[in-house]
């Protein structure tokens, strides 16, 4: 019986050490490589039942969670650990490591699946965390590495995350997507946009970091409405990028720019992870002509329609 447990034990780790490593989203969810608005979002997944119900809602695609350093409810241990919360909270019933290997275990068991995207809240946090998440960056499933780099609108006092640390530890994860962003102070009764001198900032801390993971600007809805010319030149500076568009529950949103800027830079480079009642507003099932792609579906139909008429003459 033992002989037979190392063996198993002995095999599956050969297997998993020739394994293909981290999936890109686009391949893990193959459905939605050219839109990527249908990939549903669970946002702010801090604790253990909002983790069980959302592993079960087969609606999920990606979980997005917070990570800080804190302690686990109930534990007399008092060392911090990294722990699923958003601050100021410090206490969670759900660390990290737990968290990591449920989704992992999941993803190794069910016929559905599921990506994580990590929003680490402070450096230290994150390097106290690489360990553990290079554990299961062996693993077949989308992790995406979030933090805000950068302070942003509306003149945010929130202290961003260091980006020269942030990028020297996520060199770590090649196959992740890097999701960097601001800082940000906005909400119900406020408008704003991200301003030249934040967009120009970040394409500056990137390229001066020799960035060569797969990255994504997380942008604040309420305040990417109103700044689609600087959000089309910013994924047009890094190749493959793209754009999460998030929002908080609440947040003024003007939804016909927010559309406009969808459309503008494609369905094909934009995550929208934002609150149902505003992704049903969105309208994503009619954003209209004038995408790229549309144009060149109704080019092969013209094209198509010719050879038929040409056929028929024939
Ligand atoms: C990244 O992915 C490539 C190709 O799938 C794989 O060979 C490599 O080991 C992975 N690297 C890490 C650090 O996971
Ligand atoms: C778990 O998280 C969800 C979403 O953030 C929240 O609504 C719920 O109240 C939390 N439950 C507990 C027990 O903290
Ligand atoms: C959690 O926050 C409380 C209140 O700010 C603080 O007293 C405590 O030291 C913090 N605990 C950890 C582990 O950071
Ligand atoms: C943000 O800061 C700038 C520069 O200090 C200032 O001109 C501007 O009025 C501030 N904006 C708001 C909304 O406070
Ligand atoms: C926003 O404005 C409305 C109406 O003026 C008010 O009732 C509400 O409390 C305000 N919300 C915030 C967050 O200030
Ligand atoms: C980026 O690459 C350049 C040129 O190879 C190098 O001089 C620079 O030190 C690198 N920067 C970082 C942060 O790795
Ligand atoms: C976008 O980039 C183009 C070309 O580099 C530039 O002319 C234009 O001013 C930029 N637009 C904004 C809003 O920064
Ligand atoms: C893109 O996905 C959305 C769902 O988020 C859907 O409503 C829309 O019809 C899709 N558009 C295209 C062109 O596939
Ligand atoms: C997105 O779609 C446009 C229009 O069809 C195409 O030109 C572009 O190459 C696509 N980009 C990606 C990353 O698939
Ligand atoms: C590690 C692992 O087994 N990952 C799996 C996650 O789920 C998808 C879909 O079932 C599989 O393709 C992966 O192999």
Same mark, same amino acid.
């Given at each position: ?8 034990? *002995?095999? +599956? ?12 989203t ?25 983790? +069980? ?9 990606m979980?997005e ?8 409810? @109930?534990? +007399? !241990? ?8 958003? $601050? $100021? ?17 999941? =993803? ?5 699946? #599921? @990506?994580v995207k990590l929003d680490f #809240?402070?450096? !230290?946090?994150? &390097? ?14 989308p992790i995406w590495i979030n933090a805000d780099i950068?302070? @942003?609108?509306?003149?945010?006092? /929130?202290?961003?995350v260091? $980006?020269?640390?942030f990028?020297?530890?996520a060199?770590?994860f090649?196959?992740a997507t890097l999701s960097v962003g601001w ?5 119900? =009764?406020?408008?704003? +946009? ?6 120009? &900032?970040?394409?500056?801390? %990137?390229?001066?970091? =020799?960035v060569?993971a797969e990255i994504t600007f997380p942008v ?16 047009? &500076?890094?190749?493959?990028s793209t754009l999460t568009?998030w ?12 559309? #406009?800027?969808?459309?503008? /830079?494609?369905? =094909?480079?934009?995550y929208?992870d /934002? ?5 049903? #507003? ?6 209209? @002509? ?6 060149? %579906?109704?080019? *092969?139909?013209?094209? /198509?329609?010719?050879? %038929? ?6």
């Open positions: 019986m033992f002989v037979i447990k190392l063996y198993v034990l *002995v095999l +599956s780790a050969l297997i998993l050490d020739n394994r293909v490593h981290t999936m890109k686009q391949e893990f969810f193959p459905d939605a490589a050219q839109n990527l608005t249908k990939i549903n979002w669970a946002h702010a997944v801090n604790n253990q039942s909002y983790l +069980s119900s959302t592993l079960k809602d087969a609606k999920i695609d979980i969670a917070d990570i800080v350093l804190g302690t686990i409810t @109930g534990q +007399s !241990d008092t060392t911090p650990i990294p722990i699923m919360a958003h $601050p $100021p909270t410090n206490t969670s019933d759900l660390s990290l490591e737990s968290f990591l290997t449920q989704v992992r275990d999941f =993803n190794t068991s069910e016929s559905s699946k #599921k @990506g #809240k402070t450096i !230290d946090v994150f &390097e106290a965390s690489k360990d553990y998440v290079a554990k299961f960056n062996e693993v077949d499933f950068l302070a @942003g609108p509306i003149n945010s006092t /929130v202290t961003p260091d $980006p020269a640390r990028f020297a530890t060199k770590l090649v196959n800082t940000t102070n906005y909400g119900a =009764n406020m408008t704003g +946009s991200y301003s030249s001198d934040e967009i120009e &900032e970040m394409i500056e801390t %990137v390229k001066k970091n =020799n060569s604040r809805a309420g305040l990417a409405a109103e700044s689609v010319d600087l959000l089309v030149n910013l994924t047009s &500076e890094f190749e493959g568009i929002s908080s529950e609440g947040d003024h949103v003007d939804v016909d720019k927010l559309r #406009k800027l969808i459309k503008t /830079v494609g369905l =094909n480079k934009t929208v /934002v609150p149902s009642d505003l992704k049903e #507003k969105l309208h994503l099932d009619n954003l209209g @002509g004038g995408a790229g792609q549309f144009k060149s %579906v109704s080019l *092969v139909g013209l094209l /198509v329609s010719v050879l %038929v008429m040409v056929i028929n003459l024939v």
